[in-house]
């Protein structure tokens, strides 16, 4: 094991290798909203980050980043509105024409939306931010959201996730499950890595 042969991806499941964790850099932006939601609301459960992150994993970077704010339902408002105070394009959970006309031609804006429970999050630097299984998950379900990223050039970011990083199996299925996309993930998986 301290030689690196083999690594764990899931519960009870490894393959020969090292072990090469996701690590997310956050921008300063991002750093600041956190801070600022978290010192505001201290007891909800909040992720944030910036979809510039995806261009590690793209073949076509994009310049239409957006910083996203996951919190739990019930304060999704008060977040939005506390955000509102600071900044203008901040979005609550917009749907697919708000994204199109606003969101998408708004320069670096901040969308709100909730939180799944059970969410893979991980703290880097004091922030609650995403795992890569989070990411892979949330880019597959919210097609509306992340329609730059979708058909071929998600399948280029599954694959490049999976080459670079290690991505717990079990971790990524678990919150597949409870977004109800696990036979369509576990499938797109089993394409890349194969049917183990």
């Given at each position: ?80 509105f ?24 708004a ?73 109800g ?5 576990e ?10």
């Open positions: 094991m301290d030689k690196g042969v083999l690594e764990r991806i899931g519960k009870g499941v490894f393959k020969i290798g090292t072990t090469s964790s996701f690590i997310p850099v956050l921008d300063n932006k991002t750093q600041t909203i956190y801070n600022r939601v978290h010192s505001e609301f201290p007891f909800i459960a909040v992720c944030v980050w910036n979809t510039s992150l995806l261009n590690e994993f793209s073949l076509h970077l994009s310049n239409n980043h957006f910083t996203l704010v996951e919190v739990e339902k019930e304060s999704m408002e008060s977040v939005f506390s955000l509102q105070e600071k900044k203008t394009d901040v979005y609550l959970n917009p749907n697919a024409v708000t994204l199109e006309q606003y969101v998408f031609r320069n670096n804006p901040t969308i709100i939306k909730p939180l799944i429970s059970e969410s893979p999050t991980q703290r880097v630097n004091n922030i609650e931010t995403i795992t890569i299984e989070k990411m892979l998950v949330d880019l597959h379900c919210d097609v509306d959201l992340f329609q730059f990223y979708q058909g071929k050039e998600k399948g280029t970011i599954f694959k490049e996730a999976f080459s670079k990083y290690t991505i717990n199996k079990s971790k990524l299925l678990r919150y597949a499950s409870r977004r996309k696990k036979e369509e993930i499938k797109q998986t089993n394409q890349i890595i194969g049917n183990k």
